[in-house]
Each structure stands twice: as C-alpha cells, then as structure tokens.
C-alpha cells in the first residue's frame, strides 16, 4: 500500500483531537461531537489550505471553541443502542430510507487525482477539493518526499525506479518554473494602487499556479472533505469496491473503517454475501466483460487531436417541450391540452411566454423552474485534465469519461508562451507521454498516474437546460480557469446556433465573455471588502 504519511502532535493536542476525530493517524478519518456549521466551515477553509485538517482545526477553530463540556465526550456512546433501533426499523418495516436521515462529515486526504474523481462521482454527495489554484506543489511533505501517489505493484516491478524518477523531474519543473512565471507576470501586469499588497500578490499567484497546473502529474495527492448520507456512502463504496485500480479498493476499505465508527448501521449490507458482496461482483463484472468486448474491436484509426466541444445530442423542438411543460404547471391544462396550446402560439406570444418564465433574474441564482428541464443537450467534450477535474464536479447531470491518457495531445497554456517558457513545459509533458506509455504495457490502469494535468481527455456531459444554464453561468466567470472558459462559452454558442435554441440561450443572461488579465482580482478584492466589514 501507499506510505501514507502520518503526522506527528503534542500530548495536549492528542488530548483535544481525540474528542472531535475518528482517529489521529490515518489519512481517512470522520468528525464528531463539532457543531454542523463548524464542520462546514472547516471543510470550506479545507479546500484553500496546503495544511491537513486536524492541523487546520488546531490552528484555526480550537481558539473559537468551548471544550470545556466536551472533556469526557466519546463518539461510540450510545451507538449500540442506535443500532438495535436501527435494525428492528429495518427487519419490521423494511425502511431502507433511513440511511438517507444519518450523514458523515469525512476527510479523505492523500488521495491522488485519479482517486478523487472517483469519490466525486456521486450524485446525493457534497465535496470539497483542495485547489491547484490557490495552493502549489512545490513544497514537499514532511517526509521529504513529492505529493504523489505510489503504487506499490508499480514500484516493485521494472518501472519502480523509473517512475520515482520521472514523478520527481515533473515536480521539479513545477516548483523551478514557479517563481520565474510569477515574477514574470509580476513585471507584465504591476501593481495598482487600488490594490493592497496582499490582494495583488494572491491574484498574480493564482494566475502562475493556473499556467502551471498542467505539469503535474495525475498522482498528485490532494485531500478533500465529504458530506454525505449512510446510502451515499454506502453507494460510493459498491462502487470502489469494484474498481480496477488497486488505490480505489485500498482507500475503501480506509473509509469503510472510519465510517463504520460512526454509522455502522447504515453500512452492514457491504459485507453481506447476497447483497454487498453480489451488488460489487456484478459492477466489476459487468464492467471488465464490456471492456474486454469492445477492446477486440478497437478502432484503431486515430482521430486529430485537439480542444473541442460537440453537441451531439439535442431535441430540435426541445423549446416546444418547454413551452408546453410551462403551460402544464402554470394552468389546468392535461398534457395534451398544453401540446395543442403551444402550437398554437404565434412566434411573440410564444417570447412572451418565456420572457414571463425567466422573469428578471437579480444574478445568476435567480433561475427559472423545472419546465427548463423537459430538453436536454449532450455534448463531446475535449479538454485538457485539469478542466476535466473541474467540470466533473457537477453532479446533477450524466458525465461518463474515458480513461486517461496521452493518445490527444496536450495544451500549452498561452500564459506558459509568453514568459518563454513553453520549451521547459513541454520538454516534462513529453516525458510524461514516454513513461506512460512504456508503463500502459504491464499496468493499463496504473499507467493514468503518470499523465500530467496538460493532456487532453474525452468525455461526454448530458445535462437538461436548467442545469446548463447553471454549469455554463458559472463555469464563464471571469474568475474562471481559462480552459474551462472556452468549454462553457463553446457550450451556450453550440445551444443557440446549432440546436436552434434562441430563447433558452437568451436566458442564460450571466454567462460571462468579458476578456480577463488576472482571473482572481475582482474575487480576492471582493474577498478583502468582506473581511474588512467583518
């Protein structure tokens, strides 16, 4: 397994960790016995923090607390009692919705990127990630080594030294070429006095980890804070159970401990011979069998690589299925009824319709209602790693992806270019390309750990307009990653001109095409307003 790095604390800090975590060693572990909203808000200073969570909570929340009533707390009190009452519940009604009423607060940390996108792909599920913009990989951990993950069937094979090597020169390259593309970008875009030093020094430093992210490595470890329901973690864990890579089963079972600690009830099926057990032979099976299946009949002509974004799937007359499930909601009208009505809409009444629907949004939250989800779009998407990791975190929408790997080509951000520093960047990606492909050979899923965040992955997202206009909003910020940018501003030009879809288009009235130097400015000033009228 992975040589999780275990952190090292004071007899006194022991003393008050034990009361609030699951355990003080282990990279998984659950919070207890901490207020909701404390939990909350350590999860959201989590995701912008290089330090752990127990670290975190030391340094940051401990000072806020009253631990005075909580010297003698223990998680396990009064569970067996909770699990006999869960269990006749279960045996006399049959209530499985029960697990849906108990959730967890857990911390999964040093995961790599490849696992994290595993454990955020369920839908009834909150996450928060750590953020390769807002925290570099330059600095090592406190056993001296890189954040990367390490595969210990990888490691002990041919490839072992190889892959040591070659995952240390990425990281290398990225904390070489830190500094120099942040004094760059210092001298290309100075200082206003409008700024305070702090604002300008965290806007120039997102905009230098934004062009560098792409050279790390898909086994860069992250951490990241989950909330979840017992039937979502119990649906997660099916799942990793049965997936091919080894770190996915290892981590499961770590998060199966911890989980157990604290909601056993909810868990015990995973084990039970008919149920679990069968439910996570029939995912793997199903899965391997598919894939043995299609790879016989592999095509092997290689498409031309490069960034796209396709709608292949819409309704032509997805704004009639609008119209009419407006008009079903909105009066006494039978499915039918509404049907004839919309067809007999002249082309203004049918815009004065929507116009009324819409209404005048106040911001991009103000969103109209589930008549937009009666047409749905699906498109091709081709983009580097890093705006995958980014977009995937949509859960209410069908996303499936292919594995990664270098067979599209990488992106070069322009940013990377104009500092001159495109020849060291690409001279790593190449690299990356080399190594993965030697390592496809003994280890096809292993292999994904050597792609760096730069080369490009297909998948496909399938999602009805309201959530669109929610992914396509956001996703266009000017805060916004470059990368996922143009993915969002392709998506809405590929709804109004392909698809046909005016009025729907028109809608998404807060998607953003404003040109953008530094991404994270007006975010960290409105970030600084906020912490001064605090």
């Known amino acids: 397994m992975h040589p999780y790095v275990a952190e090292e604390f004071t007899e006194p800090e022991v003393a008050v960790l034990r009361r609030y975590f699951t355990n003080l060693e282990g990279p998984v572990f659950a919070l207890v016995n901490l207020p909701e909203v404390v939990k909350g808000a350590l999860f959201a200073r989590y995701s912008r923090s290089s330090k752990s969570l127990r670290r975190l909570f030391l340094d940051e929340f401990v000072g806020d607390l009253e631990l005075a009533g909580d010297a003698s707390i223990d998680a396990t009190v009064g569970l067996a009692r909770a699990d006999d009452l869960y269990q006749k519940i279960f045996v006399e009604y049959g209530d499985d919705s029960v697990a849906q009423l108990g959730g967890v607060h857990l911390a999964c940390e040093q995961a790599s990127n490849i696992l ?201 007359k997805g704004e009639d299925r609008v119209l009419e499930a407006i008009v079903f909601s909105s009066s006494t009208s039978s499915h039918e009824q509404a049907v004839t009505r919309v067809a007999a809409l002249t082309s203004d009444e049918r815009a004065e319709l929507f116009s009324s629907y819409v209404g005048e949004r106040g911001n991009r939250r103000h969103r109209p209602g589930r008549a937009f989800e009666r047409t749905d779009y699906r498109f091709e998407i081709v983009s580097d790693y890093g705006a995958f990791r980014d977009l995937q975190r949509h859960r209410l929408l069908t996303i499936e992806w292919q594995p990664l790997s270098v067979d599209l080509g990488f992106d070069v951000p322009e940013v990377v270019r104009e500092a001159g520093l495109a020849e060291r960047y690409e001279e790593s990606l190449v690299r990356s390309g080399e190594l993965f492909r030697d390592v496809q050979v003994d280890f096809p899923e292993q292999a994904q750990y050597c792609v760096a965040l730069a080369f490009r992955i297909r998948y496909v997202m399938q999602m009805n307009a309201r959530e669109a206009m929610h992914l396509i909003e956001l996703r266009s910020g000017p805060q916004g990653h470059p990368s996922y940018r143009r993915v969002a501003h392709e998506m809405v030009r590929l709804i109004r001109e392909m698809a046909g879809h005016e009025a729907i288009a028109t809608s998404m009235s807060y998607v953003d095409f404003s040109e953008t130097d530094l991404e994270r400015l007006d975010a960290e000033r409105a970030a600084e307003r906020n912490r001064l009228n605090r």
């Open 116 to 316: 994290t996108k595993v454990i955020e792909r369920g839908r009834l599920m909150s996450y928060l990630e750590q953020s390769t913009r807002y925290l570099g990989y330059d600095r090592r951990l406190s056993n001296g080594r890189y954040r990367f993950y390490r595969d210990n069937d990888l490691l002990e094979s041919r490839f072992g030294a190889r892959y040591i090597g070659e995952m240390d020169r990425m990281f290398d390259t990225y904390r070489e070429l830190l500094p120099v593309l942040t004094d760059w970008l210092s001298g290309k875009f100075p200082k206003t006095a409008a700024d305070t030093d702090f604002v300008y020094r965290q806007a120039i430093r997102a905009k230098a980890l934004d062009g560098l992210r792409g050279l790390l490595p898909a086994s860069a470890l992250s951490n990241l804070g989950i909330y979840a329901s017992g039937q979502a973690y119990e649906s997660l864990l099916l799942r990793m159970r049965a997936h091919p890579l080894p770190e996915v089963r290892d981590y499961a079972q770590m998060m199966l401990d911890e989980l157990m600690r604290v909601i056993p009830s909810f868990l015990k099926r995973l084990d039970v011979a008919d149920r679990g057990v069968a439910w996570t032979n029939y995912l793997a099976t199903t899965k391997s069998a598919t894939r043995t299946l299609l790879a016989a009949d592999e095509n092997s002509d290689a498409e031309e690589p490069g960034e796209h974004v396709r709608l292949v799937g819409f309704d032509p």
